[in-house]
């Protein structure tokens, strides 16, 4: 039974973090937005290095998400709120990344 609780923990993880892999940005209209994205996959986010490096591409991410607001504090704004959400994201990413590791070291 335990065996059977931890692998189904194992997978619904594993499942969490594959549909948070790519972390899409909310879209507008606009079809330049649609397409925002800040890969995650490749990256160890409970590493300080792997943090640092999410900051970085939410940073470009919030950038190209927010160009199409015509003033400084339009884009201001937006980028405000997307580093928002990206924050609220990268706190389940890495619970779910911590939970992942956790439960593959107690199957070992």
Do not use: Y
Not at 14 to 26: R, S
Not at 27 to 49: C, E, G, H, M, R
Not at 53 to 71: I, M, S, V, W, Y
């Amino acid at each position: 039974m335990t065996k059977t609780r931890t692998d189904l923990t194992s997978q619904i993880s594993g499942l969490a973090m594959l549909a948070l892999a790519a972390l899409p940005i909310v879209a507008l209209a606009t079809p330049s937005n649609a397409q925002t994205v800040v890969k995650v996959a490749d990256i160890n986010l409970l590493s300080p290095q792997g943090v640092s490096e999410f900051n970085q591409r939410a940073d470009a991410a919030g950038r190209k998400f927010c160009l199409p607001e015509r003033t400084v504090a339009g884009r201001q704004s937006c980028r405000a709120g997307v580093k928002a959400e990206l924050n609220e994201k990268l706190a389940m990413l890495r619970t779910a990344q911590l939970e992942h590791a956790s439960t593959s070291f107690a199957a070992r």
